[in-house]
């Protein structure tokens, strides 16, 4: 089997939500020179200590599955970052963070091509160019924030197909405006009237 091959394999069972996968995967991957399984291992590390919120010393096939499966609900858990090193959760398709207090997200998050679900309710978002380059989302929340308005980078969402935004002080101009980029999307408004 070709290298290139190989390594496509190994990765696959690396990056398994199932850890018999990722435990067949550590054994093939010990010593074998396509990878460096260790500093793979250490790239779980900070998602494992921020998402979870634990702190560990190694990462094990049971841990690096958990991070690997294709929804992760991480809601109320006084999330305040998200590394960098979430672009690595290649299967990820549902991403909850509900009720946290997290303000921006890394750019990296651009790299979950398969992820179309992103809930941001509840937290302290203010910076929006890393969620405005997810390219296949079609749902996004971001209720509860706070929000003023938004930057015009959301309107490259375009899979999106609904966006909540309640409780979130967007004044009828601001509506529009966000209405306008996002043509082909149901987007969520508080009533908000403006005080005279």
Not at 79 to 99: A, C, D, H, S
């Amino acid at each position: 089997m070709d290298d290139l091959l190989l390594k496509e394999k190994l990765m696959r069972l690396l990056r398994s939500a199932d850890e018999t996968n990722v435990a067949l995967g550590f054994e093939i991957a010990k010593g074998h020179p396509l990878i460096d399984l260790e500093a793979f291992k250490r790239s779980y590390l900070p998602l494992w200590k921020h998402l979870m919120g634990e702190n560990i010393s190694t990462v094990e096939p049971v841990h690096m599955a958990a991070l690997n499966q294709p929804t992760l609900d991480l809601s109320h858990k006084d999330i305040t970052y998200v590394p960098p090193e979430i672009g690595i959760l290649t299967n990820l398709r549902k991403l909850q963070l509900f009720v946290n207090k997290v303000s921006v997200l890394p750019k990296e998050i651009a790299h979950l091509k398969k992820l179309y679900w992103l809930g941001l309710a509840g937290n302290k978002m203010k910076d929006f160019k890393a969620v405005a380059s997810i390219p296949n989302l079609e749902w996004l929340s971001f209720a509860g924030n706070s929000l003023l308005q938004l930057p015009p980078e959301i309107e490259n969402l375009k899979q999106l197909k609904e966006f909540n935004l309640r409780y979130n002080p967007i004044y009828p101009k601001e509506q529009a405006q966000i209405q306008g980029w996002l043509p082909n999307c149901v987007v969520h408004f508080s009533e908000f009237e403006e005080s005279k």
